[in-house]
């Protein structure tokens, strides 16, 4: 329940930052209004005794949030992608937060997999190792398929979990309602759609067959984009709480030294990631919303590969659209673009001016190309972004939140493994072949395809209606004595054109 008595718990969290020296930090990183440290304060300093000690050789927030347990780690790292939230500053620390939680011991891991794959562990695997990697929610084990013989990671979800995260959830709901109280002006952030995206995340990271079926459909997605490579699950190895799929063997992506050293193009590799990430955002709306260091590797082949799918980002083909007009419009500097883009998305209100709009737009973008390969950032024209849109009344856009964050996070990515690499440059011939095939005239013919596929899948029902539309016209007063479930009122020329587009289109596709 949703109620007082998380303030118990809040006081404890308030109590842990005060005592490591994480409250003054986070409050000057998101510049928070007065009232807001005022409560903050209150809620932790007379009670910092009950605060967790953490790790002492730890920075201030890392050690707070570590000390906290598993579902404020996760917390922490999907606000270090919420620049918007949290501030640029603030969130190029969260993101260099770490899993810190210990392994859990084998003999539960193994008794978690004969449980809910109904056979003991020596059964199934010939070969099942120690934990080789340990996060906030599951750990792996490197194993091999006895009947296969094939190499594969095991993915295990830690014991009582669950109910961990729902207990700490249900004080971040409170927690958000508190701040929108004392702070209004938070609001426009949606501290609450925040709390409700985490809720939504974790809980869905909690059942590992969703994640097996996220990696089947992103490898289908992906299966013609050379160098790129997904692990496929073992369907008949998984279920709710246990994910088999083949082992990933390559370098880690963060170890640009030992990229080096294997010979490995680290220019090319970044502005594959870059270019991959775009391809899979814009072409099919299916992406990997969580592609950090962690969860990429380079094969000896040089193929990029990609695990951990728990956080899939998806939008739909307008916003994809969308999306690809502003950063077009932004590689392309023109501002007036991007200004009409959002004015027609409705992401700024009407009664603002469009004009001033492009120029506020203007001077985001200017200083950035204006600079060299180095410092021109996603990262700092999204934060730029954000506060000219804070500006002109823009509330946060929740369906481009998770391809806005994930976009920083592959930047930096790639710009850990090439310093050099110029993200415009490398994102530019992405987006233009989007825009040359999904925006123009045969995008709209492609349109125009699909509305009359869509009448002709209806076509079956349209002679009822025209029937039932024409006998209301001919006998009105019997019609208003019927008593009838309430439908849409179609005029008839409209019902005509229904009923003359579906006979073409079935015409055509019996042609």
């Given at each position: 329940m949703r109620g007082p008595h998380n303030i118990l718990r809040l006081i404890r969290t308030g109590a842990t930052f005060e005592r490591t020296g994480a409250m003054a930090a986070v409050l000057d990183a998101v510049d928070a209004p007065i009232r807001l440290r005022m409560a903050a304060r209150v809620m932790g300093w007379p009670f910092r005794w009950l605060g967790y000690k953490g790790d002492p050789t730890l920075p201030p927030i890392t050690r707070a949030i570590t000390a906290l347990g598993p579902a404020y780690i996760?917390?922490?790292?999907?606000?270090?992608?919420?620049?918007?939230?949290?501030?640029?500053?603030?969130?190029?620390?969260?993101?260099?937060?770490?899993?810190r939680l210990p392994p859990f011991p084998t003999t539960i891991a193994k008794q978690a997999i004969a449980e809910e794959l109904r056979a003991p562990v020596d059964q199934l695997f010939?070969?099942?190792?120690?934990?080789?990697?340990?996060?906030s929610i599951a750990q792996v084990h490197r194993a091999r398929v006895r009947e296969t013989g094939r190499e594969v990671a095991v993915k295990v979800v830690r014991p009582g979990i669950g109910a961990a995260f729902r207990r700490d959830i249900d004080a971040f709901h409170?927690?958000?309602?508190?701040?929108?109280?004392?702070?209004?002006?938070?609001?426009?952030?949606?501290?609450?759609?925040?709390?409700?995206?985490?809720?939504?995340?974790?809980?869905?990271?909690?059942?590992?067959r969703l994640e097996a079926a996220a990696a089947s459909e992103?490898?289908?997605?992906?299966?013609?984009?050379?160098?790129?490579?997904?692990?496929?699950?073992?369907?008949?190895?998984?279920?709710?709480?246990?994910?088999?799929?083949?082992?990933?063997?390559?370098?880690?992506m963060g170890d640009r030294d030992a990229l080096i050293?294997?010979?490995?193009?680290?220019?090319?590799?970044?502005?594959?990631?870059?270019?991959?990430?775009?391809?899979?955002?814009?072409?099919?709306?299916?992406?990997?919303?969580?592609?950090?260091?962690?969860?990429?590797?380079?094969?000896?082949?040089?193929?990029?590969?990609?695990?951990?799918?728990?956080?899939?980002?998806?939008?739909?083909?307008?916003?994809?659209?969308?999306?690809?007009?502003?950063?077009?419009?932004?590689i392309q500097r023109d501002y007036r673009l991007v200004a009409r883009v959002h004015f027609e998305a409705g992401y700024v209100p009407r009664d603002r001016d469009e004009a001033a709009f492009a120029r506020a737009l203007r001077a985001v973008g200017e200083p950035i190309f204006g600079a060299d390969a180095t410092r021109i950032s996603m990262a700092n024209l999204l934060s730029?972004?954000?506060?000219?849109?804070?500006?002109?009344?823009?509330?946060?856009?929740?369906?481009?939140?998770?391809?806005?964050?994930?976009?920083?996070?592959?930047?930096?990515?790639?710009?850990?493994?090439?310093?050099?690499?110029?993200?415009?440059?490398?994102?530019?011939?992405?987006?233009?072949?989007?825009?040359?095939?999904?925006?123009?005239?045969?995008?709209?013919?492609?349109?125009l395809t699909?509305?009359?596929?869509?009448?002709?899948?209806?076509?079956?029902?349209?002679?009822?209606?025209?029937?039932?539309?024409l006998w209301e016209r001919a006998h009105p007063e019997e019609a208003r004595l019927l008593v009838v479930q309430p439908r849409p009122a179609?005029?008839?020329?409209?019902?005509?054109?229904?009923?003359?587009?579906?006979?073409?289109?079935?015409?055509?596709?019996?042609?």
């Open positions: 996760k917390f922490g790292q999907i606000l270090s992608t919420r620049a918007d939230v949290v501030g640029p500053e603030l969130a190029g620390q969260l993101r260099m937060l770490q899993d010939s070969e099942f190792s120690e934990p080789v990697a340990a996060a409170f927690g958000a309602r508190m701040i929108e109280l004392v702070s209004p002006g938070t609001r426009r952030l949606r501290p609450r759609d925040v709390v409700r995206h985490f809720e939504q995340t974790v809980m869905g990271e909690q059942d590992l992103f490898s289908e997605n992906t299966a013609g984009d050379p160098g790129f490579q997904v692990p496929m699950p073992h369907f008949a190895l998984s279920s709710r709480r246990v994910l088999t799929a083949d082992w990933a063997e390559g370098l880690p050293a294997a010979g490995h193009d680290t220019t090319d590799l970044a502005r594959r990631v870059i270019q991959l990430f775009l391809s899979h955002a814009l072409r099919d709306g299916f992406f990997h919303a969580d592609m950090h260091h962690g969860n990429l590797k380079v094969a000896a082949n040089g193929n990029i590969i990609a695990y951990d799918f728990g956080i899939m980002g998806e939008i739909d083909e307008y916003t994809r659209r969308v999306y690809a007009q502003i950063l077009y419009g932004f730029y972004l954000f506060e000219v849109t804070e500006r002109f009344g823009m509330p946060t856009r929740t369906e481009l939140i998770l391809l806005q964050r994930t976009m920083v996070v592959v930047e930096g990515v790639a710009r850990s493994i090439d310093p050099q690499l110029n993200i415009w440059n490398a994102a530019k011939p992405v987006v233009s072949d989007y825009i040359k095939t999904e925006i123009g005239p045969k995008a709209a013919v492609r349109d699909e509305v009359v596929k869509t009448i002709g899948r209806y076509g079956p029902l349209l002679p009822r209606i025209v029937e039932q539309v179609l005029p008839l020329w409209l019902v005509t054109a229904l009923s003359l587009a579906a006979g073409l289109s079935i015409g055509l596709a019996l042609a």
